[in-house]
């Protein structure tokens, strides 16, 4: 499973481990496994809303938008979202 460089400007990197397990890792944030099967429909509705993204079938739905990619953006809006509330 190689890392996939997602945000140069914090060293953020992405790589999926299974169907529904995701690592993320930040420059001076520890690695988190991201497991979407823990997450429910509206949680994730509510977190990706805030990157101007949704699960409904609107012009923004991050599957229209990304397609196979989809399942790793909304892993890395929750990523994003679960370092902001450590801090």
């Known amino acids: 499973m190689k890392w996939i460089l997602t945000d140069p400007d ?21 690695q988190r496994l991201i497991d ?3 997450f429910s429909t509206d949680l994730i509705e509510d977190t990706i809303k805030s990157y101007g993204y949704t699960l409904r079938p609107e012009h923004n739905n991050v599957f229209k938008m990304y397609g196979e990619d989809a399942e790793q953006i909304i892993a890395e809006c929750l990523f994003e979202s679960q370092i902001k509330e450590d801090l």
């Open 10 to 30: 914090t060293n953020q990197a992405y790589r999926r481990c299974t169907e529904f397990i995701h690592e993320l890792k930040q420059k001076g944030i520890p």
């Open 36 to 38: 979407l099967r823990r």
